[in-house]
């Protein structure tokens, strides 16, 4: 991490829940710096679909991330 983003906070807006359908959700989340991410999803107390993905925005499947300059993630 450089002098600049010492003091940002690593969650620097979300998550939003951007959209939901029967098949898919579009969670909207930026940090400072890369994160792993590890996601449930829950029906009542079940869950019923859970996926993690790295730093580096690699998961099995159809995620899409953008790092922005050296801070957005």
């Known amino acids: 991490?450089?002098?600049?983003?010492?003091?940002?906070?690593?969650?620097l807006a979300g998550p939003i829940l951007r959209h939901v359908s029967h098949k898919q959700i579009s969670l909207w989340l930026v940090t400072s710096e890369p994160v792993s991410l590890h996601v449930h999803c829950f029906q009542g107390e079940e869950c019923i679909a859970?996926?993690?993905?790295?730093?580096?925005?690699?998961?099995q499947g159809n995620y899409t991330g953008t790092t922005l300059g050296q801070v957005l993630h």
Request: hydrophobic content about 25%.
């Open 1 to 11: 991490m450089n002098d600049s983003n010492e003091t940002l906070p690593l969650l």
């Open 50 to 59: 859970q996926d993690t993905w790295g730093p580096d925005h690699t998961r």
